[in-house]
């Protein structure tokens, strides 16, 4: 059973054209995190959200924004994509922030421009 | 600059041999370390951690262990098993982090291929 959920699993959209990426969790858990993916290199996190409380990390660009509604659910939404905006976007949960857990995945939007 | 380090890209081992990955980090303060297991088209699945207190974990086939002296970790995996085969992602966070936030900072990853 998926408990992270992300869609679309491969979104085209053309350069400037602003696109949302999904995730939602069936976990309950407390903290969601965005982190982008390039090809052979390490994931890379954009922000997390604990509760309602959002944390952006310093060099993520302003492109980038997230929402996150309610528990379950929470956006992507970059503004004005660019090339090198192409990547694997994942989304993950953990319970609390507050002990040493890990993280548990979604599988992924890849995320394609044109 | 990395502050976590999985210095070979690939690796290939022979069905039933042990396959053992390594992973160098550079920040004195990570205190917890996990290692991930990522399929094509898959997101990365939890497979193993660490706490600092300990050098030593073992679940089924799998240990992972740690020399916080070299700042070095490695995972075994015995024996090694064609469903072995991905990518592996070791990944390290540090409790001391103000916000309360355990974030975790990722190595590039470790391909291995289990040869039947």
């Known amino acids: 059973d998926a408990m992270v959920i992300q869609n679309p699993r491969y979104q085209v959209t053309q350069f400037g054209k602003p696109v949302t990426l999904s995730c939602s969790q069936t976990l309950n858990h407390n903290v969601m995190y965005w982190y982008q993916q390039k090809s052979s290199q390490a994931p890379k996190l954009l922000f997390h959200y604990y509760d309602k409380d959002f944390n952006n990390e310093a060099d993520t660009p302003d492109n980038f924004q997230s929402r996150r509604p309610n528990t379950s659910f929470c956006f992507l939404d970059i503004r004005s994509p660019g090339l090198g905006d192409a990547a694997m976007y994942l989304c993950?949960?953990?319970?609390?922030?507050?002990?040493?857990?890990?993280?548990?995945f979604g599988d992924g939007t890849r995320l394609s421009i044109l | 600059d990395q502050q976590v380090k999985q210095n070979s890209p690939s690796l290939s081992v022979q069905e039933g041999r042990i396959s053992i990955l390594n992973c160098d980090y550079t920040n004195s303060m990570f205190d917890y370390f996990l290692w991930y297991k990522k399929y094509p088209a898959e997101g990365p699945t939890f497979l193993i951690s660490i706490s600092s207190i300990k050098d030593k974990n073992e679940d089924g086939r799998f240990t992972v262990f740690l020399n916080k002296s070299a700042k070095h970790l490695s995972l075994h995996i015995v024996p090694s098993q064609p469903g072995d085969s991905a990518v592996y992602f070791c990944?390290?966070?540090?409790?001391?982090?103000?916000?309360?936030?355990?974030?975790?900072?990722f190595g590039k990853g470790t391909k291995l291929s289990v040869i039947p």
């Open positions: 990944a390290a966070s540090a409790s001391y982090s103000g916000a309360g936030s355990y974030q975790l900072t």
């Open positions: 993950a949960t953990s319970r609390d922030d507050h002990s040493n857990q890990p993280q548990h």
